[in-house]
């Protein structure tokens, strides 16, 4: 372990800082809006046009890394990202933060692109597992920072925003310090998203309504505690606990799915996480009570993504399983787009509560559609062939049916087939055909032109005469 870490160091630490700093952005637009009494709609929207930008920079990445090489693409994507963070101190038109929020979700969807591209080129067979599973530590440590950092700044100032835009270029000094190789330029992943829907239909509803949650979260879950009167350490901690909750599932949850069939843990999972965000939308919940309903929040709502993205991976062939990453992130970024503006226009219709009455509402479409497409698949096993299937057509009057039928002598098939004219051919009567049944069930016909041979599978009975077509 010790040694991963020092040899993607660089990487770990531009991660580090670059989660840090937009984990700051992110809760600070959330009260600073809040706090400037904005209406729920414009909260969502900001959330929604950073997953969008996510959703945009997947494609421009691709390109940019494959002209300009993944160290040059990654000092310009932080470049514009802290140019744009910027951009909220000096512009209070809300149109334009949108627009700015989509320019910080393309820069940092390049940025992850450098930086998971890069460690999934460099790690091997033997350490790509733990090198992932400290990048997600890392990732999510973060963001907890990230919540820590704003409630030293309590005031909300501009001075979050500094701390932002340090961040966001303190991450370009690693990579470009480090003597790792250079990773080969990006090879775009075709999206085939029938296909999945169609194979993989229970992996993806589940991501999709993930995406909806988690954006949901992020987005408004600092201007809901906010409204409830919290201060502004108290919304950090609030965010804190949340995100320390989902770090620590990752790895129970991972083994547990590995003993439970998959399907039936999320359906388990969904059904919790229902119970969870009613009682925090009913409940006049305050304090350390709080605190620990949105840590069983943490523990469910993510760890849905990467169950249903195992169970995906398990029902795919190892060629498909590029284009299904790259369906799986646009299928998430899409319900993190959706997800805000959808929560917060409830929030603005009923208030605060709908949050995570909301929430309970997903999880119960995300339960019922998850139940429906289970029984459908339970259904199609059922009616998969028999083993024995009525012959009928052109078969029943053709001269290979005598050749299925283990009453009728072999050799005197094969004389009747190969001379049906002969004038000293005599038909078998029945008692003859019936003393000489085949030992095996099955008999086989040769033809003029080649020889047709019937066998029974040997993963099949045999059928009783009395099941036999007569």
Request: proline residues 5%.
């Amino acid at each position: 372990m010790s040694n991963i870490l020092r040899s993607f160091s660089s990487l770990y630490f531009a991660t580090l800082l670059m989660v840090l700093a937009s984990g700051v952005l992110t809760t600070y637009l959330g009260l600073r809006l809040a706090a400037d009494s904005a209406a729920q709609i414009w909260i969502g929207g900001m959330m929604s046009a950073y997953y969008l930008g996510l959703v945009a920079g997947s494609k421009i990445g691709h390109r940019l890394i494959a002209r300009v090489g993944h160290i040059r693409a990654f000092v310009a994507s932080a470049g514009i990202t802290t140019a744009s963070a910027l951009g909220h101190a000096l512009i209070d038109d809300l149109a334009i933060w949108l627009v700015l929020r989509l320019l910080v979700g393309m820069g940092m969807m390049c940025m992850y692109m450098v930086l998971e591209s890069w460690l999934n080129e460099q790690a091997d067979s033997k350490n790509r597992g733990t090198v992932f599973a400290s990048y997600m530590i890392v990732s999510y440590l973060g963001l907890v920072l990230g919540q820590l950092a704003i409630s030293l700044n309590p005031e909300l100032t501009l001075k979050p925003l500094l701390i932002v835009a340090m961040c966001f270029a303190l991450c370009i000094v690693p990579l470009a310090l480090t003597r790792r190789i250079h990773p080969a330029p990006l090879q775009p992943a075709p999206l085939k998203i029938k296909l999945f829907w169609q194979k993989v239909p229970q992996s993806l509803t589940t991501i999709a309504m993930a995406g909806v949650i988690v954006g949901s979260f992020y987005g408004l879950a600092p201007a809901y505690i906010a409204h409830s009167g919290a201060s502004t350490e108290q919304v950090a901690a609030y965010m804190a606990t949340t995100v320390i909750a989902g770090l620590l599932a990752q790895w129970p949850m991972g083994r547990l799915s590995d003993k439970i069939r998959r399907s039936r843990l999320i359906r388990t999972n969904t059904v919790l996480l229902g119970a969870v965000v009613l009682c925090i939308a009913i409940l006049p919940l305050s304090g350390v009570l709080q605190l620990l309903f949105t840590f069983a929040f943490g523990i469910l709502a993510f760890t849905l993504y990467p169950l249903a993205t195992a169970m995906a991976n398990q029902n795919v062939e190892q060629e498909h399983r590029v284009a299904l990453s790259a369906t799986i992130l646009l299928t998430f970024g899409l319900g993190a787009c959706i997800g805000p503006l959808l929560a917060s226009a409830f929030m603005q219709l009923v208030g605060n509560s709908m949050l995570y009455g909301f929430m309970a509402l997903c999880t119960l479409l995300l339960f019922l559609r998850l139940t429906q497409v289970n029984y459908q698949q339970k259904q199609q096993d059922k009616e998969l062939p028999q083993d024995y299937v009525m012959a009928s057509g052109d078969l029943v009057s053709s001269p290979l049916a005598a050749a299925l039928d283990p009453r009728v002598d072999q050799q005197m098939v094969q004389e009747q087939m190969v001379h049906p004219h002969h004038p000293d051919a005599d038909l078998p009567t029945a008692d003859q055909e019936l003393s000489s049944q085949d030992s095996n069930g099955m008999s086989a016909a040769e033809s003029v032109t080649g020889t047709v041979t019937i066998e029974a599978e040997p993963d099949k009975p045999q059928q009783s005469d009395h099941n036999k077509p007569a």
